[in-house]
């Protein structure tokens, strides 16, 4: 029963950055992995990194390598999606997810999910 809120989103120009955050209310967010997915009009929501619970391992996908760096403060209830070099393409809905299964990183694996906030990127 957490809730996740994310924030952080906006317009931004093409090769800026943006800095997400994700918040939860329960207090076991630190047994946790999470999760950042994202969701293009018009298609399926896709993974885009993933945390293991104390924050050592992070995983991403290959369209964001080099670019997006996922990280928590465990202190604070919180993960933070660092988006760096942004691409038009990389306009969506991201959303952050709770992950009791971190081995699988597909969608239904996750069992908790934020509202989502945009990301825009103009060309």
């Known amino acids: 029963q957490v809730q996740l809120v994310e924030s952080g989103g906006g317009l931004v120009q093409a090769g800026g950055s943006l800095r997400l955050s994700c918040t939860a209310s329960?207090?076991?967010?630190?047994?946790?992995?999470m999760g950042w997915f994202r969701q293009a009009p018009g298609k399926e929501r896709d993974f885009v990194a993933a945390?293991?619970?104390?924050?050592?391992?992070?995983y991403y996908a290959d369209s964001v390598k080099g670019r997006f760096t996922t990280s928590r403060d465990n202190a604070k209830n919180t993960m933070y999606l660092q988006m760096n070099s942004l691409k038009p393409e990389d306009t969506a809905v991201y959303y952050c997810?709770?992950?009791?299964?971190?081995?699988?990183?597909?969608?239904?694996?996750?069992?908790?999910w934020g509202q989502g906030t945009q990301v825009t990127v103009s060309s």
């Open positions: 329960g207090r076991t967010f630190s047994a946790y992995a």
């Open positions: 945390i293991s619970s104390g924050g050592s391992y992070t």
């Open positions: 997810a709770r992950n009791p299964t971190p081995l699988i990183r597909e969608v239904k694996a996750f069992d908790s």
